[in-house]
């Protein structure tokens, strides 16, 4: 029972990552090489950040792993995982960004529109087929910021508008935390602080970023 849940889970965010790729090539303005080129780097980032919650997994149940290795892949995925695939997943595109590996705001705004257009998706399956009333919120936000993006992508340069969606979404789930429970991403319970962390980074890099643009 306990695989099969795991197999539908797992079913369900491929499906939507999915339809969130489909949805960014044939909604995005940019040319056909372009899309590949950045549809390529966000699939290989989510593959990579797959491995990362494995890794993260075998870090946070290590004496389990010692002694029965096979064990470990037994144990589900918690957000402590999470949060460690999220911090090596940063580091990772950090590294190869710096080294003109990643062009790193083509791939922050490909990155959203497929992760706001997966979350939206995720969410209304969750609400439709389990009656999951928690995802309407999440399913709300995202659809808010998926409208934003669209009404702001040629009114703001690449690095504003980045910053502009990740402000939206982190807000929302900040504001949401205060009329429910807690608050998911795709099914992972995570801490207020979590969304805060990229809240204020949005709010940082658009007022520094227009204060240098100002002072040149």
Known sequence: MAITSKLLFFGIVTFSFLAGVIAFYFLSEQSKEQKKKELDEVITALLNFVIFMIIGKVLIHWRIFIDDPLAVLAYPSNSS??????????????YKSKYKQLPFVGFSTAFLHIFLSATFLYEFIQLVWKNNSLSLGNMIIAGLVLVLYFYLRERLKSVNLVCALLIGWSAGMLILSYFQPFITIFGFIVVSWFVLVFLVLGLAVMIIRNLVLNRQ
């Open 81 to 94: 995982a999470f949060y460690l695939a999220v911090l090596f997943s940063i580091v990772l595109i950090v």
